[in-house]
């Protein structure tokens, strides 16, 4: 995994605005919308109240301005695990690249350590993070100066993440009869 956050901060210190398409809000609100459409209603068949849907709005109001708040570079957008490959130099590799966008940069970093399939101690989640942080800042990535600061907005980057996998998750279910992810 410390292979991986190099790997990570030597793709990210390549950044270039307008090289890759804005992870924007809109794009960002179109991935939590999976969750209210996709999980709540189709999934668990419910129907959230005014009340219930303008709290789930402000939430996503909240977490979107988190997200865009936070310093935008190269985001791989499936930076986890299962795209990374063992190389006999230069470890790892990276496949999947093709949604790749330029945003948040605590995403990718989620990606790895929260992972949908791997579940790690947030000890230890918590201490990769903060090698993350030291190295990014090394590099001269735009890291908040305050760890703290920092591992907020990737909690944050975390939420929306999650509530986007979840109906992602759902759809693929519901719409493409794959059971294995809901799993």
């Given at each position: 995994?410390?292979?991986?956050?190099?790997?990570?901060?030597?793709?990210?210190?390549?950044?270039?605005?307008?090289?890759?398409?804005?992870?924007?809000?809109?794009?960002?609100?179109?991935?939590?919308?999976?969750?209210?459409?996709?999980?709540?209603?189709r999934h668990l068949k419910a129907t959230l109240s005014d009340a219930q849907s303008a709290d789930l709005n402000r939430v996503f109001d909240l977490l979107l301005a988190?997200?865009?708040?936070?310093?935008?570079?190269?985001?791989?957008?499936?930076?986890?695990?299962?795209?990374?490959?063992?190389?006999?130099?230069?470890?790892?590799?990276?496949?999947?690249?093709?949604?790749?966008?330029?945003?948040?940069?605590?995403?990718?970093?989620?990606?790895?350590?929260?992972?949908?399939?791997?579940?790690?101690?947030?000890?230890?989640?918590?201490?990769?993070?903060?090698?993350?942080?030291?190295?990014?800042?090394?590099?001269?990535?735009?890291?908040?100066?305050?760890?703290?600061?920092?591992?907020?907005?990737?909690?944050?980057?975390?939420?929306q993440r999650h509530l986007k996998v979840l109906g992602i998750f759902a759809r693929l279910y519901h719409r493409d009869g794959k059971d294995g992810y809901l799993k």
């Amino acid at each position: 995994y410390i292979d991986a956050i190099d790997a990570l901060i030597l793709l990210q210190v390549q950044s270039r605005a307008g090289v890759l398409p804005a992870y924007d809000r809109e794009l960002l609100h179109r991935e939590l919308m999976l969750f209210p459409d996709w999980y709540v209603t189709r999934h668990l068949k419910a129907t959230l109240s005014d009340a219930q849907s303008a709290d789930l709005n402000r939430v996503f109001d909240l977490l979107l301005a988190n997200n865009l708040a936070q310093a935008p570079l190269y985001v791989h957008r499936d930076y986890h695990s299962r795209n990374l490959m063992v190389m006999d130099k230069g470890n790892p590799g990276i496949l999947d690249f093709q949604d790749a966008v330029y945003g948040p940069i605590t995403y990718d970093l989620v990606s790895l350590l929260k992972d949908a399939y791997i579940q790690w101690d947030e000890e230890l989640v918590l201490d990769w993070t903060i090698r993350y942080w030291e190295r990014a800042r090394r590099a001269g990535l735009p890291v908040s100066h305050d760890v703290d600061a920092f591992y907020r907005d990737f909690e944050f980057m975390g939420l929306q993440r999650h509530l986007k996998v979840l109906g992602i998750f759902a759809r693929l279910y519901h719409r493409d009869g794959k059971d294995g992810y809901l799993k």
